[in-house]
């Protein structure tokens, strides 16, 4: 069974400062992604990479950055958070086009 | 860039009655995926359709994939209590990239 993994399940951080959420996965998947959910808008892709320190914009990347240093480990960066990052937050990795395995999703609320 | 429209947002069905998602994309597809989402879950991946007029069942759900590549649909036979939570479609477009565009979802309550 693939298992992908994220850091903290709920996070609670005030605006402005600097958030990191990791995601790691035990499938040797090539590609890994970070997604927001909010009601109504359904996933929508902040940033996804196909490869170790490659990375590639999604639909909303302003605001964030991503950082994939090893295979298995995709982080997303929030540099100064914003209340409007208010969110949940899942990653998700897969092989080519294949089907997309999601973690657990981070539930981050910024104050 | 590509868009995937999901109706209907919500539906609200009593157990038994059946059930039908509709996907609509604004070009066409390399393949489609469907996945389900139950309250306080995450998405989890139900299927894949990959070929032009593609029908694919799983028990009580078919999942159909347009002529045309450029729609699909997912239907519930008979709803259980089981079955709630949010189905959301999801496309490829190809050309290269890895990325997956989703609807919007279509949230699912069954009434017992």
């Known amino acids: 069974d693939v298992k992908v993994t994220q850091s903290s399940r709920y996070l609670v951080k005030r605006t402005g400062e600097k958030v990191f959420l990791e995601c790691v996965q035990d499938?040797?998947?090539?590609?890994m992604f970070w997604y927001r959910q909010d009601p109504g808008l359904g996933l929508r892709l902040i940033y996804f990479?196909?490869?170790?320190?490659?990375?590639e914009k999604g639909d909303i990347p302003e605001g964030y950055s991503v950082s994939r240093e090893k295979k298995e480990r995709f982080s997303l960066i929030l540099e100064s958070a914003s209340t409007n990052q208010t969110s949940m937050y899942l990653c998700a990795t897969s092989v080519l086009l294949d089907t997309q395995y999601f973690g657990p999703g981070t539930r981050l609320t910024v104050l | 860039g590509q868009q995937v429209m999901q109706i209907p947002q919500y539906q609200h069905v009593q157990e038994g009655e059946d059930f039908t998602t509709y996907c609509n994309s604004s070009t066409t597809l390399s393949n489609i995926q469907w996945y389900k989402q139950r309250p306080g879950g995450h998405p989890v991946f139900l299927i894949q359709l990959v070929k032009s007029g593609e029908v694919k069942k799983q028990k009580r759900l078919t999942f159909q994939f347009g002529e045309a590549k450029k729609n699909s649909s997912l239907h519930i036979t008979a709803t259980q209590t089981t079955d709630v939570g949010t189905y959301f479609c999801?496309?490829?477009?190809?050309?290269?990239?890895?990325?997956?565009?989703f609807g919007k979802g279509t949230k699912l309550s069954v009434i017992p």
């Open positions: 499938m040797d998947h090539e590609n």
């Open positions: 999801a496309g490829f477009s190809g050309a290269g990239s890895y990325q997956l565009t």
């Open positions: 990479s196909y490869d170790v320190k490659m990375k």
